[in-house]
Structures are given as C-alpha cells and as structure tokens.
C-alpha cells in the first residue's frame, strides 16, 4: 500500500530545493521537469505571458519560437490566458476545429492550466501540464499549493523587482556622481596650445644680391661658421671682365688720341680746337674703366660680420640666377637665437605679449626649453604646408648648448585661466556655432 502523505512529502522537497535556485533560467527548468515528482505527466510547458513566448519545456534545453508547434501552442495559450484566470483543465474540446487538430495531433488528451500567483498581469505566468488520464481532484490541489511557491519564487528571483530595490541607491550614486563630474568640470586651468615651432636666428644681416647674375662660386656651406670680410660667394663676372677689356681699350685709344692732339695743337689749330672734345672723351673712358672696376669687385660678397652662414642647399644655390635684391642668404650669431612658432588659425586661443612658451624640440623630447612670447602676427597667412596660421615670435629664457638655428619641434603656448568644461569645449562649441551659424 503506498503512503499516503508522500505526496505531500514530495511537495515539501520540491519547495524547499527551488528555494536553492539562483536565476530565473534555473527555476524554468526545474519547473518543468521537476514537477514530475509530484505528479505523472507526459509533457510540461512554462508560458511567459509578459514576454508573449513560451518560456520552457520538459525534455528540451531550448524552443525554437518559429517551430510549427511553438507557434500553435503560443497561440493557444494566449487564448487561455484571456479566460482562466485559475488552475483549470483544458482538452481539445473546447477549442475550435483548427486548433483541435493542432491539439490531437501533437498533445495528449488532458491538460491543466496553472497560473502562477503573486506576479501581476505585466509578468504572467503560467505552467501547463499534459498527459494522458484526467486530473483528479488531489492532484490539482497539490499542483495549486506547488503553483503558489513557484510564483513567489520567480517573484524574488525577478530583475525586475531588484531593479526597483536598487534604483533608490542607483539614484543616489547618478546624484552623486553628477556632482562630483560638475565640481570637477569647475576646476580652473590654464589654456594651452600646441604648435610647430623652428629655432631661427635673432636678428640676421641678409646677403642680397648687388648685381643681376648667376652663382659661380660658393665658398661655405650651410651652417660654416664665418668671419668678417671672408668672401661667401662670387657671381659669374666674365661679362663684366669683357666689358673691362673693351673699356680699357677704349680708354688707352682716347689717351692716345689726346695726347697726339695735345702735341700738334702747338702748330695746328684745328688739332688745339679738338683738344677739349678729346679731353672729355678721355675722361668718359676713364669713368666707364672705373665703373666696371666697381662693379666687379661687387661680385664677390663677403661676410658683413662674424657668425655662421645660413641658407638652405648649396646644390640648389650654385648656378642659380639671381636677379638684384634677391636674398642669397644670412649671417647670424649662432648665440642669438629666437623661436618662431606658426599657430594654426583653427587652434588659436587668448594670446598676450610675455606669455610662457615650453620648447620640445624633435632631437630631444624629454628635455624642454623655456621662453616668454615676445611677438604675435596680427593676421594669418598662409604657412609652408598651406595651412592659415599666426607667426609667433618668442625669446629663450636661458637658451641651452642643444638649441641652434635650423632645429624644429612643438611648443606649447599658455594663455589665461579658464574652468576645464569652457577648455574642453571650446572647439566644439566653435565648430557648433560655425555649423549652426549663430
């Protein structure tokens, strides 16, 4: 004879084992295959009323939602949803013809339907039994008691209800961390930007060109150290030696001319009275000697003063025609430096006279060079990478051995104070309002 309160025994480890389930997954499962202790059943299914989709089922480790028998059983349990509203035996009688076929042809012949309490209309479930005898009375009161501790235990295992006991403290974390984000975002600092900026020379003397003419000779090379009156280059001048020897020619003709006029003016009067044209015709040449003379010695230039010699490429300089005024190159104090920092436009912020500079130069990044702002172009022009920008001028402080005329890098330029979200900002806001065009 079977025991008659082993079902209630079975009802009693059930409870207290999904009392140990940890996730809502879990709890799904163990609804649908564990029940079988408390009762024989051929097939369990587990209906998400708020998710509109079957949630589990006995014998399966997941439901394909578009299989044909998903998709017919779904169906009908959106039915039963509507109308029981307890736990209730269903069958295929009381269904129309096309769902009554669906039934006979895939379910067995009796079913419960067994709503799961303490959920509300937003998060209805249900669980559905099926086998082949009818329900008897005992058994739907056990399954009503069983249907009671699964409800209240997918309640205390719903997101839903943890998302509600936390979002007072989630609250109070946004609160705080707002707060804690705007206090940071008023933090005063000093604006800054970044700019390529090269080493130049303060002051240089320009070597131009004093004469039309080609490079014949270059007698430095870039960066040599010069001294005072050293030649630096001589332009070709076998155009002017031609003119010297023409020049000379003429004059040794009309001194010649003179000077036998000068002697036959003693007893022939047209000779005296060609004396005077002949002696302005002498002193022309002479002039004209001189004057060539003058300008080749201009064809060499030498240097104005002591330093070193800067120009960019010697292939390039040598042979290149120069015309008068034309830059050659430049002599500077290789001591007296400057920096020059072109600052593009877009980048541009609140500048003054006296602002602090720091150098990083490319040769050597982990060390940096101080200087103050001495100079800022009041318009921007193009720079060697057609990019508009603002000629920068700035001194060196205490201007290191490693700094020399030629060497590049970055500076970074500081301006006034600000709070950090107006420096954080500021370009989006500039492009915004260019956007916008407010």
Request: charged share 20%; net charge positive; with cysteine.
């Amino acid at each position: 004879m079977s025991n008659p309160l082993q079902p209630l025994a079975e009802l009693l480890q059930l409870q207290r084992r999904m009392r140990a389930l940890d996730s809502r997954d879990s709890l799904a499962f163990f609804m649908v295959n564990e029940t079988h202790r408390l009762t024989n059943y051929r097939q369990a299914i587990l209906w998400d009323g708020g998710a509109d989709k079957l949630a589990a089922a006995s014998g399966v480790s997941s439901l394909d939602s578009h299989a044909p028998f998903c998709r017919g059983f779904a169906a009908l349990c959106r039915q039963w949803q509507q109308t029981c509203h307890k736990i209730a035996a269903v069958g295929a009688k009381d269904l129309s013809a096309a769902d009554s076929q669906f039934w006979q042809e895939y379910l067995p012949e009796h079913g419960l339907w067994i709503p799961l309490p303490h959920l509300g209309k937003e998060r209805a479930m249900s669980l559905i039994l099926l086998k082949d005898a009818p329900w008897s009375e005992p058994e739907k009161v056990l399954l009503e008691q069983l249907a009671d501790a699964y409800g209240h235990a997918w309640q205390s295992l719903s997101h839903q209800g943890k998302r509600r006991q936390s979002a007072p403290r989630i609250k109070r974390k946004g609160l705080v961390a707002g707060v804690v984000l705007a206090l940071i975002m008023l933090i005063p600092v000093r604006q800054s930007v970044l700019a390529p900026a090269e080493v130049v020379a303060n002051k240089p003397t320009i070597l131009r060109a004093p004469l039309s003419g080609v490079v014949d000779v270059l007698a430095v090379k870039p960066n040599q150290p010069v001294v005072k009156d050293q030649v630096l280059v001589s332009l070709d001048a076998r155009e002017l030696l031609n003119q010297r020897e023409n020049a000379r020619q003429q004059s040794a003709s009309a001194e010649a001319q003179y000077r036998q006029a000068q002697q036959m003016a003693l007893s022939d009067a047209d000779a005296k009275a060609q004396l005077a044209v002949l002696a302005s015709r002498r002193q022309q040449t002479q002039s004209e000697m001189k004057f060539v003379e003058s300008q080749l010695a201009r064809m060499e230039l030498k240097s104005p003063r002591d330093g070193i010699v800067i120009f960019d490429n010697a292939t390039d300089l040598l042979g290149r025609s120069v015309s008068v005024g034309e830059r050659i190159m430049m002599v500077a104090d290789p001591s007296d430096a400057q920096l020059e920092i072109q600052l593009p436009a877009g980048d541009a912020i609140a500048l003054e006279k006296g602002a602090e500079v720091r150098l990083f130069l490319n040769v050597a990044p982990n060390s940096r060079q101080n200087a103050t702002l001495t100079q800022i172009g009041y318009r921007a022009t193009p720079d060697a990478e057609n990019v508009m920008a603002y000629r920068l001028l700035a001194e060196f402080n205490q201007p290191e051995a490693v700094v020399r005329v030629g060497l590049k890098g970055t500076a970074k330029i500081y301006g006034e104070r600000t709070v950090l979200i107006a420096y954080l900002m500021r370009k989006p806001w500039s492009s915004l309002r260019v956007w916008l065009g407010v």
